[in-house]
């Protein structure tokens, strides 16, 4: 996720409105490329120390320039990052159960997506199966306009009203003319 000052403040939004208090948070970054998203994410959660970050990557050379620079940037850091290799061929519900278990996890808080955009719905139904989403948790993904055809079947998915969510898209102007768009998570539906 290629984010500027205003995606990464939508970042911060999301997490704090999803959870008002003050205690830590848990998010799913899919697709941290080499970390630039990643680098967002740690300073919207700065305040809220024993948070945790799980990025995953298909990519592996991605993966290991994202390790060097969040080494880096988040030196010192009171955020757990969790860096993950997600293979593109991989049942993900296993994989998420595994990641549920190896790092005691409930559920996630906030969740990234900025992998490959055709597994957007599919993995948002497995993990809202797996009750891996908290009610009053938020999806967020970018490029809504550029990709907005690639995206159609998700963001009908999310639409207000349907499915349990609330969407708001907001226009950015960094690092590029676009849309973001957060979905909130309120309510479990019938899939």
Not at 73 to 83: D, F, K, L, R, T
Not at 178 to 189: C, K, M, P, R, Y
Request: hydrophobic share 40%.
């Amino acid at each position: 996720m290629h984010l500027g000052v205003q995606k990464g403040q939508t970042i911060l939004d999301s997490v704090v409105k999803g959870k008002p208090d003050i205690g830590p948070v848990v998010v799913l970054e899919l697709g941290c490329h080499a970390g630039d998203g990643t680098l967002s994410i740690f300073k919207a959660l700065k305040d809220r120390p024993g948070s945790k970050i799980i990025s995953t990557e298909t990519n592996k050379e991605w993966l290991k320039a994202a390790k060097r620079i969040i080494a880096h940037a988040g030196h010192g850091s009171h955020v757990q990052w969790i860096p993950l290799l997600l293979p593109e061929k991989i049942d993900f519900s296993d994989f998420l159960k595994k990641v549920k278990d190896d790092y005691q996890l409930k559920s996630f808080d906030s969740m990234v997506f900025d992998h490959e955009e055709k597994l957007f719905l599919p993995y948002l139904k497995t993990i809202l199966e797996q009750k891996m989403l908290r009610v009053g948790g938020t999806v967020q993904i970018d490029n809504v306009k550029r990709k907005a055809s690639a995206l159609a079947k998700y963001l009908d998915f999310v639409k207000p009203g349907r499915n349990g969510f609330s969407t708001r898209v907001i226009q950015v102007d960094e690092p590029y003319p676009d849309a973001v768009a957060i979905s909130q998570f309120l309510e479990i539906a019938e899939l």
